[in-house]
Structure formats: C-alpha cells, structure tokens
C-alpha cells in the first residue's frame, strides 16, 4: 500500500486479519519509525517483484502457450536454459 494508508486504525485491522501490512510511512506522520521486519518484508516483496518481471521480460514469460503447472515451469525453465 501507499503512505495514504498509513494509519493505526488500518494497521491494527490489518494485524488482526493475521496479515504483515507493508505501508509505507507518510512524511507527515510525525517521525514514526518502521520496524526492521516491515522493511526487511518490503525489500523481498520488491525483489521477487522485479525477478518476476526479469523471467516475463528475459526468458519468454509474457508467451506461454502451454497448460498445466508442470508444462508452464517446462516452458519456463526452457527459456531460461536457451
């Protein structure tokens, strides 16, 4: 989510869903610190983000034309062979 988000009320309904809320802190949000797991969170949803993007941009991911998980991780894994 955006830093329009950045409330506690949303937070902590968040949290209470069982879920880790990855906003993002408003710069008038008077200095409040994110903790070193929510960054640590943002950073891996933000990598696997960009490998997501490498594998449909570099190796073929954008067209494949097979059914089934196993025929589309062949396909997959083809493309990154090649």
């Given amino acids: ?3 329009a988000y ?3 009320v949303i937070e902590k309904w ?3 869903l069982g ?3 990855l906003i993002d802190s408003h710069r008038r949000s008077n200095g409040k610190n994110r903790s070193l797991r929510r960054r640590s969170a943002t950073f ?3 990598t696997t983000i960009k490998e997501s993007v490498r ?3 570099e190796f073929g ?3 494949v034309r097979v059914r089934g998980p ?3 991780m062949t396909s997959l894994m083809l493309g990154i062979i090649a």
């Fill in 6 to 8: 950045d409330a506690d």
């Fill in 1 to 3: 989510m955006d830093s």
């Fill in 44 to 46: 891996q949803r933000a």
């Fill in 70 to 72: 196993a025929k589309v």
């Fill in 61 to 63: 991911g954008r067209m």
């Fill in 19 to 21: 879920h880790v809320p």
């Fill in 55 to 57: 594998l449909k941009d």
């Fill in 14 to 16: 968040s949290r209470a």
